[in-house]
């Protein structure tokens, strides 16, 4: 059995027959019409921000699988935050504020993703993002945040 992948970056709730998708399905057996539907369907809840999506062919009887991954981390922040971008000066100019209870559950959703070993970890990795996207968090910093989860500050919203 041959099987191909095809990966791709989709807006959620948004994939169509044309690019980036339709030009890599059309040479292959599968339904193209069906193949997007249900990537629609699976990527419904992220509406409106980018998806990796792996779409796994049989290239001898056309059946297909769809994985679809989360978000890129700063898609999440910027959902979370209500904002179109981060700054483009992150260091001098701040364009959102989330609180650390938003940042745990972009941690939560971007769980197998991320390289950290634990929750404290995840967290922290989220906030790097926030970062250099120009995000506070809870009114603070972000590398002042970290600096008060490695002192402990933050154990009791982290559950340690």
């Known amino acids: 059995m041959a099987k191909k992948t095809i990966s791709a970056l989709i807006e959620g709730g948004s994939a169509s027959a044309g690019p980036p998708l339709g030009p890599q399905l059309g040479p292959t057996p599968v339904n193209v019409g069906q193949v997007v539907n249900e990537i629609n369907e699976k990527t419904k809840e992220f509406n409106g921000m980018e998806v990796p999506v792996d779409v796994i062919i049989d290239d001898e009887t056309g059946e297909f699988e769809i994985e679809v ?3 890129p981390t700063a898609e999440l922040v ?3 935050a209500g904002i179109e971008s981060g700054s483009g000066e992150p ?3 701040k364009v959102a504020d989330l609180k650390i209870d938003q940042v745990k559950s972009i941690a939560d959703m971007k769980d197998n ?4 070993m634990d929750l404290r970890g995840a967290v922290k ?3 790097g993002t926030c970062q250099s996207m120009g995000v506070k968090i809870d009114g603070k910093d972000a590398q002042e945040v970290q600096n008060r989860i490695d002192k402990g500050k933050y154990n009791d919203e982290l559950g340690e």
């Open 69 to 71: 991954g989360t978000p």
């Open 78 to 80: 910027k959902e979370k």
């Open 91 to 93: 260091d001098k100019e």
């Open 113 to 116: 993703d991320l390289v950290a």
């Open 125 to 127: 990795e989220v906030i």
